[in-house]
C-alpha cells in the first residue's frame, strides 16, 4: 500500500467534489486504496483562504475533520523532525524569486521526513532537488 500527502488544493478539490481532481486520486480516497495525510498546516491554509474570501468552500473545520475521519485521511502534526528537515530543505528560484511559501515548504518537509508521496499541481514543486511528487495536471 502506498502512502501519500495531499497538497492543501487537493483536499479542497476532494472536498468540494471539483472535476480537477483526477479521477484516480478521488477514487483511491474513496475506496481506500492508500494510505492518505493531509497537514495540519494545510488545514490551517483552508482556515487562511476562507476568512480571505480565496475560496468558497462551505465547510467548516469540524465538518471537514469529520470527512477526513470518514475517508480514513489522516491529520499528520508538526514535529520537530520535520522542522529539521525544512530547515535543510533546498530554496529554489522560480522566475528570480526565491520559493519560500510557509505552508508548501512545510508540507514537503514532511512529504521528505515521513517517505510520503506528495501529491500536488503546483508547477514550482519539480524545482526542489529532494522531493517525491506526482504532479497533476489541471
Excluded: C
Amino acid at each position: 500500500m502506498e502512502r501519500f500527502l495531499l497538497d492543501t488544493h487537493i483536499l479542497i478539490w476532494f472536498l468540494d467534489e471539483d472535476t480537477k481532481l483526477n479521477r484516480y486520486i478521488r477514487e483511491g480516497i474513496s475506496y481506500f486504496q492508500n494510505d492518505y495525510f493531509i497537514s495540519i498546516g494545510a488545514l490551517h491554509e483552508i482556515i487562511t483562504l476562507q476568512a480571505a474570501d480565496k475560496i468558497d468552500l462551505q465547510l467548516d473545520m469540524m465538518q471537514i475533520a469529520q470527512i477526513l475521519k470518514n475517508h480514513n485521511i489522516k491529520i499528520l502534526p508538526i514535529e520537530l523532525i520535520h522542522l529539521k528537515t525544512l530547515e535543510h530543505l533546498s530554496i529554489p528560484v522560480i522566475n528570480g524569486k526565491k520559493h519560500l511559501d510557509p505552508s508548501d515548504r512545510i508540507m514537503i518537509a514532511q512529504a521528505i521526513t515521513e517517505k510520503l508521496t506528495f501529491i500536488s499541481s503546483d508547477k514550482k514543486f519539480p524545482y526542489y532537488k529532494d522531493r517525491n511528487f506526482i504532479l497533476l495536471e489541471n
